[in-house]
């Protein structure tokens, strides 16, 4: 029974930690201190409910557990130059503590809305631009996700000391930086938001396809990832990235029982049993997509789809195709090219050549990609000489092919896939 509460315990913190963590965070507008608080409730749980039980709404329990201690930090604290402040915060405190489990049933969507706002200010402060992308990814997954520091150390294949520091010194940069815990409004909005939408982005893309490691795919970043685009949209609803970016999230997550074989091994997506592609995600990423295009549509701006819906719009193409042939390459170079004016970049460009090799033929794609061979930004990017490697290899120049798949090989820090480039080395024969 203790091992079932104490999982019980690890699934409700998980679920409910960035509501807590953005709750307290409103009353005492400090984040750090309000980790602090709800970790001394999971505390209090862990010693509580394995001799009284789980709670009826455990939950609730955690949430009322947190602010108890955030009234009473407030009302021990020294009255300093701040006090109106200070007193305001424990008025709302007091206020809080009325209503048991912080839910008025006569306004519960109230409640609702106010506990969304608290995870989304949550989310915004996280992804503060006043941090390093690293620190907004280890921040966004601790509090946020609810990910442990040892979880977090694991994703990235770092120490725990190291991730440790990382956060300390994120949350004590916050405070210096007096961040506030506050929704941003207007323009500040949509500058903040790309902040949240790359983290995202980030943390599925690192699950998608590790960095380094011995598996292929990180199916615990993918799904969180996937989780926190889900809460953005629903948060933000009107935001047509936000839906732009859990249309493109859906999408790729539905490949990912195809991308593997029964060993492990990466399978490639041309070579993938569609048929073990998840129909459900494709309709909820098609949805979200549709919803991205019309919020794009209402704006009135002109632009277009954003960065993340036209990748999204991109792997719709291959969800339409039930065979790899089906697929309509030439729309799909369409839109790597309005990509491209929208966000260019030379990681771009190399997937729009290949877009291109695979409409109009290898030898246009193999133009573009040597292009690129001298750009900086693409000096250690394995992808580069792999593409080049599998133009090559099309057009009958094996030899060279081989090289470049070596090449790609010693450039990877993943073992699945730098097994897999020197497997197609191998096949280019001598």
């Excluded at 998980?14 to 005492?28: C, Y």
């Excluded at 290898?362 to 080049?388: C, F, I, N, T």
Aim: charged fraction near 25%; charge should be negative; hydrophobic fraction near 45%.
């Amino acid at each position: 029974m203790p091992e079932d509460i104490h999982r019980a315990i690890s699934t409700v913190w998980r679920l409910e930690s960035a509501k807590i963590i953005g709750a307290v965070a409103r009353l005492t507008r400090d984040v750090s201190l309000a980790e602090e608080l709800a970790q001394d409730a999971l505390v209090a749980a862990l010693e509580t409910w394995p001799q009284q039980g789980l709670p009826d709404k455990p939950g609730a329990w955690l949430m009322t557990t947190a602010k108890h201690r955030a009234l009473d930090r407030l009302r021990h604290a020294k009255l300093s130059g701040d006090k109106l402040e200070q007193l305001g915060h424990e008025l709302d405190a007091r206020e809080a503590m009325i209503v048991p489990d912080f839910v008025n049933t006569l306004d519960e969507d109230r409640a609702a809305r106010e506990i969304g706002d608290d995870v989304l200010r949550l989310m915004f402060c996280a992804c503060h631009p006043v941090l390093s992308l690293e620190a907004r990814v280890a921040l966004t997954l601790k509090l946020v996700a609810g990910l442990s520091t040892a979880e977090i150390a694991r994703a990235y294949l770092q120490s725990e000391p190291t991730v440790a520091q990382r956060l300390v010194r994120a949350k004590r940069t916050l405070g210096e930086a007096r961040v506030p815990f506050d929704l941003p409004r207007g323009a500040l909005l949509a500058e903040r938001l790309g902040s949240v939408l790359e983290v995202i982005y980030l943390i599925f893309n690192e699950g998608y396809t590790a960095t380094s490691g011995e598996q292929w795919m990180r199916k615990d970043l993918c799904d969180e990832a996937l989780r926190l685009a889900r809460m953005l949209v629903n948060l933000a609803p009107q935001a047509s990235e936000a839906h732009g970016l859990q249309a493109l999230l859906e999408l790729q997550a539905s490949r990912a029982a195809a991308r593997v074989d029964e060993q492990g091994q990466p399978v490639l997506l041309l070579e993938q049993d569609r048929a073990r592609w998840d129909g459900l995600l494709i309709r909820r990423g098609l949805a979200a997509l549709t919803k991205a295009d019309e919020l794009a549509t209402q704006s009135g701006e002109g632009r277009g789809l954003g960065p993340y819906a036209l990748q999204a719009a991109i792997a719709a193409c291959h969800a339409r195709a039930h065979r790899a042939e089906d697929t309509d390459w030439t729309r799909i170079a369409a839109l790597y090219e309005a990509l491209a004016i929208r966000h260019p970049s030379p990681v771009v460009e190399l997937n729009r050549a290949v877009a291109l090799s695979m409409a109009f033929g290898p030898a246009l794609g193999l133009e573009l990609v040597d292009q690129l061979m001298d750009d900086p930004a693409l000096k250690q990017y394995h992808w580069l000489p792999s593409v080049r490697a599998d133009l090559l290899a099309k057009l009958g120049r094996n030899a060279e092919a081989k090289v470049e798949f070596e090449r790609a090989a010693g450039m990877t820090s993943n073992e699945r896939e730098r097994a897999l480039l020197l497997k197609r080395a191998r096949e280019q024969g001598h």
